[in-house]
């Protein structure tokens, strides 16, 4: 997310004062070749070079690869969906035992150090900051109004245990998704299912609220494409029915991208009949990285949204 537009005198430029870089909370593609790498004793090498990930390609590689988001999201839960598969597709790539990530001063105060040598992997972390712009008021003087802001950036801080050495590490339990803890989170009702067409396997409608078939034949990935609708805005439009005669737009296709990285991610039925419909509706198109980020936020929401609050406590965000 950017800073907001500003208007005013042209040339006028505003004053920014206090930009921070948020730590990941808890600390608890393949390739991506662009990505630079950071090492130990290296404060600058990659962190402060600008790096890019195409978060479409990063999807198309998820969704092309079955397994991979259950292997991610097994090995990283805690931090975001995309950083799960940016973790993971790195391991990859330089031969890494994927496992449990931390920055050097967490490693440090659990008692590990990282091996001298050791590159980082490089995740997608939040920037704050907080701008002044001048606006005229109502008595036609000119005035400072602070504003906030958030975007996006690339860090090479994070090392995976198997880069370090000392105090044995118990990684945390796997958390387990509840369906009413989500629902209760992302303030979505789940309705009673009055549709009388026998083709339709849920619908989600305005007002946040989703229904699910009790004879779908998925019911986990239909739920998670109705949720899906909503996190993402498009009930806004009117109700959504979940059927075979539903168009294939893009509103369909990026619901049904969040219901595969939802159901692989909790090693759940219906991935692979999201994968085939993803597949199908991408030939001859292109998932933009507009749409590929609003498919991991959305996802991200949703998983986040079931979980404990001492899981959800130790996500780090992303686009």
């Known amino acids: 997310m950017g800073a907001p537009r500003e208007t005013g005198q042209k040339g006028r430029k505003d004053v920014t004062e206090r930009i921070e870089i948020q730590p990941p909370a808890g600390e608890s593609v393949v390739a991506v070749p662009s990505i630079p790498q950071g090492h130990t004793g290296d404060a600058r090498s990659g962190a402060e070079r600008k790096t890019t990930v195409s978060w479409a390609t990063l999807l198309d590689e998820a969704v ?4 991979y988001i259950h292997e991610a999201y097994s090995r990283f839960h805690n931090y975001s969906l995309g950083n799960q598969l940016l973790a993971l597709f790195q391991c990859f790539e330089r031969g890494i035992q994927p496992g449990p990530l931390a920055t050097f001063p967490k490693w440090k105060e659990l008692g590990r150090h990282v091996n001298k040598g050791e590159k980082a992997l490089t995740l997608c972390m939040p920037i704050t900051g907080k701008r002044t712009k001048t606006v005229t008021g109502e008595d036609g003087a000119e005035q400072g109004e602070e504003f906030a802001f958030t975007h996006f950036t690339y860090r090479a801080h994070w090392f995976t245990l198997c880069q370090t050495e000392g105090t044995e590490y118990q990684p945390p339990a796997l958390p387990e998704w509840n369906e009413r803890t989500a629902l209760a989170a992302l303030n979505i009702e789940r309705e009673p299912f009055e549709d009388l067409d026998g083709n339709t396997q849920g619908y989600a409608k305005r007002g946040r609220k989703v229904a ?3 004879i779908a034949a998925q019911p986990f990935k239909t739920l998670f494409h109705e949720l899906a609708h909503v996190c993402l805005g498009h009930t806004g439009d009117g109700d959504l029915s979940d059927s075979e005669a539903t ?3 893009l509103r369909e296709m990026e619901a049904e991208a969040v219901a595969l990285l939802c159901c692989e991610s909790l090693g759940l039925p219906g991935a692979e009949y999201s994968r085939g419909y ?5 030939q001859g198109q292109t998932i933009s990285e507009r749409s590929a980020q609003r498919i991991f936020h959305a996802a991200d929401q949703i998983l986040r949204s079931g ?4 899981s959800t406590n130790q996500e780090v965000s992303q686009p």
Do not use: Y
Not at 64 to 67: D, I, V
Not at 307 to 310: E, L
């Open 212 to 214: 699910v078939s009790p």
């Open 64 to 67: 092309t690869k079955p397994g």
């Open 278 to 282: 993803i597949q199908s509706w991408g």
């Open 307 to 310: 979980r404990t609050a001492s």
């Open 247 to 249: 168009p294939r737009d």
